[in-house]
């Protein structure tokens, strides 16, 4: 029965996930679909795309990196996270480099600052966990350093 549900549940994302990124506005089948994807969930639709946590609205970010934020970010992930995560492979936790095309930066923030309610309650959170097998637990880190993490993951993808 879990694997049938686990089954469903990877089919629904797949197809939440073939919509366009530019849709207009009103609802659209593409909307509808995650509307329902997301009160099935108990989500609202920015939780649904941007994760379950503290970052609630859209963090505006500029094409250039921020040196020092993604220097402190390093420190922090060499500290805080590399125990469990690689940038090129997989380890305890999923390999690293490329996470920022693969995630709104937002979730990444959401998935450092709030890991074990993203693990219940976020399907595609849920999903990692059931592929990992290993909850990711919170490292105490603030919100600064969360984002100080995202910067340095964004420089390792130039």
Known sequence: MKKILFTVLLALLVLWGCGT??????STPNTDFKEKVAAKFGLTLFELDNGIGPIKEKINLTNQIDQIM?????DVFVQKCAQCHKLDERYTGPALRGVTERRSP??????ILNPEE???RHPEAKKMLAQYANQMTFQNVTEDDARNLLEYLRSVNQ
């Open 21 to 26: 990124k530019e849709e207009s506005a009103g």
């Open 70 to 74: 993604a220097k402190s970010g390093e």
């Open 106 to 111: 937002e979730y990444i923030m959401n998935m």
């Open 118 to 120: 993203m693990t219940k």
